[in-house]
Antibody
């Protein structure tokens, strides 16, 4: 069965960096698109980034463009989110989520349990 | 950006009731509309995709309808595990926005 397990969250100072990881199992990472979606404490959901099945198409929300980088290692079935120049407004639970297809559906059929990132001095 | 507006923001109901949640898009999204359920402290779960298609494994008491700008999620015969927050999401255009959520509480 599909399983997604995020890690790497924690408390970080504004302006610093953090890398989130998502270990995927139960499917072949290289055959599906993958997303990051975040949720600020007590708030709604915000799509953050997508990497298509072949790794050749990558898109970001404007709020993180130029600061965050999505990547993957298909040999290890791992998805990553590198977050630089972090701001207080990046504080959220970050979920990795599987697309039902190549990445172009932009719907999230499986989710991890989430990892909390807190940006605070 | 396409704005997604849900109503009501919160809703009280009893086990066995039938409830409806509405989602309105700021422009036409045809049927590029998905519904998610989120229980407290848990990740969201996909319920309905493309406006009216039931995700595999989701009970048939959940149903979706609508097209264009107006959509509804209906839950029939409410069960205790259905008390949660529900979100709509459009996947027509980037950014792929969500509604603000509707919290379904036990009366």
């Amino acid at each position: 069965q599909v399983q997604l397990v995020e890690s790497g969250g924690g408390v970080v100072q504004p302006g610093r960096s953090l890398r989130l990881s998502c270990e995927a199992s139960g499917f072949t990472l290289g055959a599906y698109g993958m997303h990051w979606v975040r949720q600020a404490p007590g708030k709604g959901l915000e799509w953050v980034a997508v990497i298509y099945y072949d790794g050749n198409k990558i898109y970001y929300a404007d709020s993180v463009k130029g600061r965050f980088t999505i990547s993957r290692d298909t040999s290890r079935n791992m998805l990553y989110l590198d977050m630089n120049s972090l701001r207080a407004e990046d504080t959220a639970v970050y979920y990795c989520a599987k697309d039902p297809g190549s990445g172009s559906y932009y719907r999230f059929e499986y989710w991890g349990q989430g990892t909390l990132v807190t940006v605070s001095s | 950006d396409i704005q997604m507006t849900q109503s009501p923001s919160s809703l009280s109901a009893s086990v066995g009731d039938r409830v409806t949640v509405t989602c309105r898009a700021s422009q036409s999204i045809t049927t590029y509309l998905n519904w998610y359920q989120q229980r407290p402290g848990k990740a969201p779960k996909l319920l309905i995709y493309a406006a009216f298609n039931l995700q595999s494994g989701v009970p048939s008491r959940f149903s979706g309808s609508g097209s264009g700008t107006d959509f509804t999620l209906t839950i029939s015969n409410l069960q205790p595990e259905d008390f949660a927050t529900y979100y709509c999401q459009q996947n027509k255009n980037s950014p792929y926005t969500f509604g603000q959520g509707t919290k379904l509480e036990i009366k």
